[in-house]
């Protein structure tokens, strides 16, 4: 993390979230919990275990909205600069969670004119990567894509394109350079239309969704901050209310830096053939000692451990488990070895039955998001 900046492009690391929750006036989302209970309803696992560890006005916007019967949406958009792995599935389960217990609506922007701008890649890539990697796996995880909202951004109608022009004249180039940094008039487009983004559910050609929640990585507040301003200053114009954020903390790549699809060697992907995918991981970074005698002794980090984040992150869902794994690590009782081995056989076993699922998932992808001309 630059010392009071972040940059959603880059590949800056976050190595102390509870500072940058302080620096930028995140609220922690332990505090959200006992509200979620009180409404009746489960909090997820990441929320649980602090995965999800930050919010602006979750509570206020969402676990109030749900209590009053109004109804919620939930947005969120991918990049579709590469192929779909463990950091997407993250925003995924989120995603799912929020559809099945909020019975909120889902709307995904297929960011296909970032990835040109941003990325530069062609065009045709682009939009296969969005069906057959984005769109097919988040429906083969368990998005109900009757209650979803496929779009590309350039396909995207004309009251979404119309924010995107309005709120150009609510910024100033100053402003945005303090929010992000340097910029190129690519990210200065890309910035406003996820402005558009999250706001445009509040339309009522979307829906007329007043309470908009927004799941992000840590390095994607800018764009938070960016938008719930803007919200303010189209008062007079249309009536917009400030979108809520949750802030997740970034999953890492098997090496230990920041998972990456141009990192393929590092990331495991959801469609990786599972042997492929189960040498990647025995290669993986661990929190090991540097001899058996001497882990049995000072025991294992599982704090520096890859193995470990996938454990916590998503392939052991139940809680009491994954605090024995933690407690074998530490004291020593179970070493690197046999824990790389019982999570190559839980990662295995995940993907042979996502992928399982997949072929079906592509057909469905294909008739729910519309492809652009060009």
């Known amino acids: 993390m630059a010392e009071e900046r972040l940059d959603p492009w880059g590949t800056v690391e976050v190595k102390d979230y509870d500072r940058l929750r302080r620096v930028f006036g995140i609220r922690p989302f332990a505090e959200v919990i006992p509200k979620i209970r009180e409404a009746g309803l489960p909090p997820s696992l990441h929320m649980r275990r602090g995965i999800i560890f930050g919010h602006r006005d979750f509570d206020k916007v969402i676990v109030e909205g749900y209590m009053k019967g109004e109804k919620i949406a939930i947005i969120?958009?991918?990049?579709?600069?590469?192929?779909?792995?463990?950091?997407h599935k993250l925003t995924a389960d989120q995603l799912i969670y929020m559809q099945r217990v909020f019975g909120a609506k889902v709307f995904i922007a297929l960011a296909d004119a970032e990835a040109y701008a941003v990325r530069r890649l062609p065009r045709r890539e682009i939009i296969r990567l969005g069906i057959e990697e984005y769109v097919a796996n988040l429906i083969a995880l368990g998005l109900d894509p009757d209650k979803t909202d496929f779009y590309f951004q350039t396909n995207r109608g004309?009251?979404?394109?119309?924010?995107?022009?309005?709120?150009?004249?609510?910024?100033?180039a100053a402003e945005m350079e303090a929010i992000y940094g340097d910029l190129t008039p690519s990210k200065v487009v890309a910035s406003l239309t996820q402005a558009a983004d999250i706001l445009h559910p509040e339309l009522d050609e979307y829906g007329g969704y007043k309470r908009v929640v927004v799941p992000v990585g840590a390095d994607q507040d800018p764009h938070i901050r960016l938008t719930r301003d803007l919200c303010e200053r189209l008062r007079g114009v249309v009536h917009l209310e400030r979108p809520a954020a949750t802030y997740h903390k970034l999953i890492r790549g098997l090496d230990g830096a920041k998972m990456s699809s141009s990192r393929p060697d590092y990331t495991i992907f959801l469609t990786d053939p599972p042997d492929v995918a189960v040498r990647k991981f025995m290669r993986a970074l661990t929190g090991g000692r540097a001899t058996a005698e001497e882990q049995r002794r000072l025991g294992g980090e599982p704090e520096k451990c890859t193995v470990y984040d996938l454990y916590l992150y998503h392939l052991v869902p139940d809680d009491n488990e994954l605090a024995r794994i933690y407690r074998d690590c530490r004291s020593g009782t179970m070493l690197c070895g046999e824990c790389k081995r019982m999570g190559a056989e839980r990662l295995k076993a995940f993907l042979e039955e996502h992928q399982a699922r997949l072929e079906e998932a592509r057909e469905i992808a294909r008739s729910v998001v519309e492809p652009p001309s060009f």
């Open 76 to 87: 969120t958009g991918f990049m579709p600069s590469g192929r779909f792995h463990f950091g």
């Open 158 to 172: 004309t009251p979404y394109y119309r924010l995107i022009q309005l709120f150009s004249g609510k910024v100033t």
